[in-house]
């Protein structure tokens, strides 16, 4: 058998057997007879043949018979299919986007984002799916749960599956999405309740972890990076302000009210990252330029380094004094618990680890409860 690891996964396999061992049987069975009939009944030891005018006991048994066994394989069918329309309440929410040729998940009730997906066991898990406007159709394929769904540009679609066996599941892509299609495979890790708040915790730590003083000098510090945090400032740009400042930080998008970026004059702050992270965290009172409380402060800066990127002249460099004083002025010096949904008690957690075991994260007791 092959091996029942969800509810869904059950109900699947119960109509494919079953629709499957009925089409071997009658296979067999008229093949059989078939083979049978012909050497039994063959020229040269029938010549004549016998006329039947019908036989309505036979045609109302072909009848019935077969008419029963259909409407029992829509019915294990669709069983099946209405499980999976009908997602439990106590369900958690994975938000993932397809794009060529990667999975990203994100998870909006933990505010984190990883490209591996990781889910409680016996919790049911409503996978929210998507891709990108400008990119393909994808489908989400979960072969081990027999779940799969398109993930279209632009539109939301949703599946959703609960794992009642700890492992280690594959992925895949199951629209044929371009070149490296073949390449679009993650993993999906069922772990315990108490590993996956583990999980949670370690994500939240590294996502809102304490800054550096290297990361407010150095733009290509590793942290930004892709095997770390992953921030791609050049986008978080695109989407978050170049609406009013422009694509290219001219100010193109409001002229004459968002400042021209490329210049240095004028600044209510001036242009080194621990002021724009100032800009970033306050706003400008009084104008367009809001606050980013949804920007972990590792985005801030990284956003910060991208927005000098745009200025003709070389913009004044940070020293350490200016990073001494951000970090006194918002305490950076620790994890930052994240802003929005995370319960404080579990925020004031992360932050007491945090100053007690730096490097003890296996030992680290499993959060109070998640989210
Ligand atoms: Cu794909």
Redesign the pocket.
């Known amino acids: 058998m092959m091996p029942a690891t969800s509810n869904i996964t059950r109900e699947v396999d119960r109509a494919f057997l079953l629709i499957g061992g009925m089409s071997l049987v009658l296979l067999i069975g008229i093949t059989v007879a078939m083979v049978l009939l012909a050497v039994r009944f063959r020229r040269s030891r029938a010549r004549t043949t016998t006329q039947f005018e019908g036989n309505t006991l036979l045609e109302i048994t072909w009848t019935i018979i077969p008419t029963i066994i259909v409407i029992w394989m829509f019915f294990v069918g669709y069983k099946g299919f209405a499980l999976m329309g009908r997602v439990p309440d106590d369900h958690m929410v994975v938000q993932v986007t ?1 794009k ?2 990667v999975w990203s998940f994100s998870y909006p009730g933990e505010l984190i984002d990883t490209t591996e997906m990781v889910v409680p066991v016996n919790k049911p898990v409503l996978v929210e799916l998507t891709a990108p406007p400008e990119d ?1 159709v ?2 989400f394929y979960l072969p081990d749960f027999r779940v799969k769904e398109d ?1 279209l540009p632009g539109q939301a679609t949703s599946l959703w599956f609960e794992a009642e066996r700890e492992g280690t599941y594959t992925i895949l ?1 199951a ?4 070149k490296d ?1 073949s390449k ?1 495979v993650s993993l999906l890790k069922v772990v315990s309740a108490e590993a996956y708040d583990r999980w949670v915790n370690d994500q939240q730590m590294k996502k809102y972890r304490p800054m550096e003083l290297e990361a407010v000098l150095n733009p290509q510090h590793p942290g930004f990076g892709e095997d770390e945090l992953n921030i791609d400032s050049e986008v978080i740009f695109a989407a978050f302000c170049a609406s009013c400042h422009g694509a290219t930080g001219d100010g193109s998008g409001l002229p004459g009210i968002a400042r021209d970026l490329t210049s240095s004059d004028g600044w209510k702050r001036s242009p080194k990252v621990v002021d724009i992270y100032r800009t970033l965290t306050e706003g400008i009172e009084g104008t367009q330029m809001r606050a980013y409380s949804n920007f972990t402060p590792w985005e801030r800066v990284g956003v910060a380094h991208y927005v000098r990127l745009f200025s003709k002249e070389p913009p004044p460099q940070d020293t350490p004094q200016d990073y001494e004083a951000l970090v006194a002025e918002y305490g950076l010096d620790k994890v930052q618990a994240p802003k929005e949904t995370i319960p404080i008690e579990q925020a004031m957690e992360i932050l007491v680890i945090e100053a007690g075991s730096p490097e003890s994260s296996k030992e680290r007791p499993a959060s109070a409860e998640t989210p």
């Open positions: 397809g060529q040729w393909v994808h489908s993930a892509c629209e044929f999405c371009g299609h679009m």
